[in-house]
Nanobody, 122 residues
Framework: QVRLAESGGGLVQAGGSLRLSCAASGRTVNNYAMGWFRQAPGKGREFVAAINWSTYYADSVKGRFTISRDNAKNTVYLQMNSLKPEDTAVYYC??????????????????WGQGTQVTVSS
């Protein structure tokens, strides 16, 4: 069983930056596909970024967000720069050990964190 704990959310002004962390416990996730998703108020959960042997980004965050992993710390990060009010959402970390063909799909992931709130003020 893998447990995921997100941290690093908060309130930031538009144009600012935040770094989210997703610390995994229970198992080593070095070979897992790891993803970040977000859910804004009144909207469905959407893909943000993912990493396995490569990195993947939603068009809306490409060039502003960077996903990375520190295998020694069993942790995945999401560096968010040039934040916009429309980035306001609860951000969730997800993981799976299975090979997946569509890394952007929520259903591909087996483990989820509880989420961390990111609020961007205009």
């Amino acid at each position: 069983q893998v447990r995921l704990a997100e941290s690093g959310g908060g309130l930031v002004q538009a144009g600012g930056s935040l770094r989210l962390s997703c610390a995994a416990s229970g198992r080593t996730v070095n070979n897992y596909a790891m993803g970040w998703f977000r859910q804004a108020p009144g909207k469905g959960r959407e893909f943000v970024a993912a990493i396995n042997w490569s990195t993947y980004y939603a068009d809306s965050v490409k060039g502003r967000f960077t996903i990375s992993r520190d295998n020694a710390k069993n942790t995945v990060y999401l560096q968010m720069n040039s934040l916009k009010p429309e980035d306001t959402a609860v951000y969730y970390c997800a993981a799976t050990a299975k090979p997946i063909s569509l890394i952007q799909a929520m259903g591909a992931y087996d483990y989820w964190g509880q989420g961390t709130q990111v609020t961007v003020s205009s």
